[in-house]
């Protein structure tokens, strides 16, 4: 479940993601009440909240073992970022740079050499190739 991060009120965002979170587990919990196994009728969430308070809240919702959950809090990852940058400079340029590309740039109109290097990787993506069978790969 993604979240609006450019809405207004940010709390609210939340409670809306954590309400909606807990109506699936309740909807998957009553479908499948009659099963005797807990595992078979407590799906897993993946939840992206904003503020790191609301991981706090959706635990103490919920009544169901939380370790199925999965939550991404944009804040979290935003600060950790800025605290690895402080020990790795550049590493948020560098993050940033291979989730999107600048593609066509005229490197020959940059004069210093470190320039030309960066605007090189800066049209370097990170893409996701799903392997297919064919005669190079095969299941064993």
């Not at 066509?104 to 605007?119: C, N, V």
């Not at 370097?124 to 064919?134: C, D, F, L, T």
């Amino acid at each position: 479940m993604l979240t609006n991060k450019n809405c207004n009120n940010s709390l609210d965002e939340d409670y809306k993601n954590i309400l909606i979170a807990l109506s699936l587990k309740k909807f998957v919990y009553n479908m499948n009440k009659h099963l005797k196994d807990e595992a078979k009728f407590n799906i897993k969430l993946c939840i992206q909240l904003i503020k790191p308070e609301s991981k706090t809240l959706y635990f103490k919702s919920l009544n169901l073992d939380p370790t199925h959950d999965q939550l991404i809090m944009v804040e979290e990852i935003k600060m950790n970022l800025l605290a690895k940058s402080c020990f790795a400079p550049g590493l948020i340029s560098c993050m940033s740079n291979l989730f999107a590309s600048a593609g066509g740039i005229d490197i020959d109109s940059f004069s210093k050499d470190w320039l030309k290097e960066y605007a090189t990787g800066m049209g370097h993506e990170i893409y996701r190739v799903p392997i297919q069978e064919n005669e190079f790969y095969s299941k064993p």
